[in-house]
C-alpha cells in the first residue's frame, strides 16, 4: 500500500542553525501539506501546496519557513533560523483530494 | 474561537463495548469531516471520512455527521484493546485547498 514517507525520523539542531525536513508523498497525489505538534498540543497547519506554489500558508508559517517540491518525488520544508519554539512534530501529508494521508513524521528538537 | 472542540475524555470502555466520540465545529461552511487515530508517539491515521449528513459505516467504525447541529461523531463497536488511542476530529472548512483544521483529540482505552 503506497505511504508517505519522511526523513528523517529525528532531528536535532542548534537554536539558529537551518534544517531541511523532507518528504515523500504517494506518487499520484497533486496536493501536499505540513503540519506540525507540538508535545501534548493539537495538530497544527502550517502549508499546503499544489501545482508547484503555495496554496495556502498558516500565521506559524513565517518568513523562517519554506517549502520546496525539488524534484517529481519529493516535498521539503527548510525552516531558515530556528528557534526553541520551533520543536516539534512535523508531519506531511498528501491526497489525491479530499483525504490526507500523513507520513510518519520528524520529531525536531532544537536545543 | 475554537475551531473543532472534541470531549476532552479520557474515554474507558471495557472490551467489547461501543465507544462514543463526540466534535463540533464552528464554521458552517465546513464541508469535509474526518476521525485519524493517533497512537502515543506516531502520526495520524486516517480512519473514516464523512462528507454528508447522516451515517457512513466502515467494519467496526460508524461516523455521523449532522450539519445542522455541526456535530460528527465516532461510534466504534466491539471495542478492543488495540483500538486504546487518541482520535482525532478534523474539519476541511471548504473555502481553502483542503487545510484541516484538528481538535484537541479525545484520548480513548479499551481495558480488557
Known amino acids: 500500500e503506497p505511504e508517505v514517507t519522511q526523513t528523517p525520523s529525528h532531528q536535532v539542531t542548534q537554536m539558529g542553525q537551518e534544517v531541511i525536513l523532507r518528504c515523500v508523498p504517494i506518487s499520484n497525489h497533486l496536493y501536499f501539506y505540513w503540519y506540525r505538534q507540538i508535545l501534548g498540543q493539537k495538530v497544527e497547519f502550517l502549508v499546503s501546496?499544489?501545482?508547484?506554489?503555495?496554496?495556502?500558508k498558516s500565521e506559524i508559517f513565517d518568513d523562517q519557513f519554506s517549502v520546496e517540491r525539488p524534484d517529481g518525488s519529493n516535498f521539503t520544508l527548510k525552516i531558515r533560523s530556528t528557534k526553541l519554539e520551533d520543536s516539534a512534530m512535523y508531519f506531511c501529508?498528501?491526497?489525491?483530494?479530499?483525504?490526507?494521508?500523513f507520513g510518519p513524521g520528524t520529531r525536531l528538537t532544537v536545543t | 474561537q475554537k475551531e473543532v472542540e472534541q470531549n476532552s475524555g479520557p474515554l474507558s470502555v471495557p472490551e467489547g463495548a461501543i465507544a462514543s466520540l463526540n466534535c463540533t465545529y464552528s464554521?458552517?461552511?465546513?464541508?469535509?469531516f474526518f476521525w485519524y487515530r493517533q497512537y502515543s508517539g506516531k502520526s495520524p491515521e486516517l480512519i473514516m471520512s464523512i462528507y454528508s449528513n447522516g451515517d457512513k459505516e466502515d467494519g467496526r467504525f460508524t461516523a455521523q455527521l449532522n450539519k445542522a447541529s455541526q456535530y460528527v461523531s465516532l461510534l466504534i463497536r466491539d471495542s478492543q484493546p488495540s483500538d486504546s488511542a487518541t482520535y482525532l476530529c478534523?474539519?476541511?472548512?471548504?473555502?481553502?485547498?483542503?487545510?484541516?483544521?484538528f481538535g484537541r483529540g479525545t484520548q480513548l482505552t479499551v481495558w480488557p
Open positions: 501529508a498528501s491526497s489525491d483530494w479530499g483525504e490526507q494521508y
Open positions: 478534523a474539519v476541511d472548512r471548504g473555502s481553502t485547498l483542503g487545510r484541516l483544521y
Open positions: 464554521d458552517r461552511v465546513s464541508q469535509s
Open positions: 501546496f499544489y501545482n508547484n506554489e503555495i496554496s495556502e
